[in-house]
């Protein structure tokens, strides 16, 4: 399926109720990757996404090219770990840096009670680990096990970019969290500000939600 038909057919108003009668709870945002881009999985991941992760499509910007300003901000989590400087950063940024991917906001509409949210069941059972030797076969991620690391291909050993030998194009990224999405959504979705202040409201009123239900409980 071409990925314009999956989006019209997915195109789903976030305020809308899903075939359940209940409304997606959270939300995630999700880019597809310059090698994926250049293989052409783009519809192959959004497909496998929709229907196994019960998730519908709330907004697309496709064929987006990416400035390292933009890069830098959306990876500013990734710059340390543990108080020390990852050192893949440096090399991730540029790579994804100046190359066109394909960006997504997408809302749970499964409502699944299991313990865990909608960022982890996507994580853990479709898109699994940051590297793709850590995969399993059932996993989006693993199809990179088959193609080359970024540094063999996109990073000229001349450039000398600090990390780049540790840094891997995994293929997909995916939010960890509703509040990672909504920051993610505030960098790729500036120049729609009134798009971004809806997601920030449903963010609020969905937290509002939530700890009336944990009241309710209590």
Same mark, same amino acid.
């Given at each position: 399926?071409?990925?314009?038909?999956?989006?019209?057919?997915?195109? !789903?108003?976030?305020?809308?109720?899903?075939?359940r009668g209940?409304?997606p709870?959270? *939300?995630?945002?999700i880019?597809?990757?310059?090698?994926?881009? @250049?293989?052409?999985?783009?519809?192959?991941?959004?497909?496998?996404?929709i229907?196994e992760?019960?998730?519908?499509? @709330?907004?697309?910007?496709?064929?987006t090219?990416?400035t390292?300003e933009?890069?830098?901000? &959306?990876?500013?989590?990734?710059? *340390?770990?543990?108080?020390?400087?990852?050192t893949?950063?440096p090399?991730?940024?540029? !790579?994804?840096?100046?190359?066109?991917?394909?960006?997504?906001?997408?809302?749970?509409?499964?409502?699944?009670?299991?313990?865990r949210? *909608? %960022? %982890?069941?996507?994580?853990q059972?479709?898109?699994?680990?940051?590297?793709?030797?850590k995969?399993?076969? &059932?996993h989006?991620?693993?199809?990179?096990?088959?193609?080359?690391?970024?540094?063999?291909?996109?990073?000229?050993?001349?450039?000398?970019?600090?990390?780049?030998?540790?840094?891997?194009?995994?293929?997909v &990224?995916?939010?960890?969290s509703?509040?990672?999405?909504?920051?993610?959504?505030?960098?790729?979705?500036? @120049?729609?500000?009134?798009m971004?202040?809806?997601?920030r409201?449903? &963010?609020?009123?969905?937290?509002?939600?939530?700890?009336?239900?944990?009241?309710k409980?209590?």
């Open positions: 399926m071409a990925i314009d038909q999956l989006i019209d057919e997915s195109v !789903y108003n976030f305020d809308a109720e899903t075939e209940e409304r709870r959270e *939300f995630a945002l880019i597809i990757k310059p090698m994926a881009m @250049e293989k052409g999985l783009t519809p192959v991941i959004m497909q496998r996404l229907s992760g019960q998730c519908v499509i @709330e907004s697309a910007k496709l064929g090219e990416t390292k933009k890069v830098a901000q &959306h990876y500013a989590g990734s710059r *340390f770990r543990d108080g020390k400087p990852t893949y950063y090399g991730l940024v540029h !790579y994804i840096s100046e190359k066109v991917v394909d960006i997504f906001v997408i809302a749970d509409a499964a409502s699944i009670s299991d313990g949210t *909608f %960022q %982890q069941r996507l994580r059972d479709l898109i699994g680990p940051s590297n793709p030797e995969t399993e076969p &059932h989006i991620r693993s199809m990179a096990r088959f193609m080359d690391y970024i540094r063999e291909v996109d990073i000229p050993a001349e450039e000398d970019v600090p990390g780049s030998e540790d840094a891997i194009d995994n293929l &990224h995916c939010s960890d509703t509040e990672s999405a909504l920051r993610e959504i505030e960098v790729w979705f500036k @120049e729609n500000p009134e971004v202040e809806q997601f409201e449903k &963010h609020y009123q969905l937290q509002d939600e939530a700890d009336d239900t944990l009241t409980i209590g």
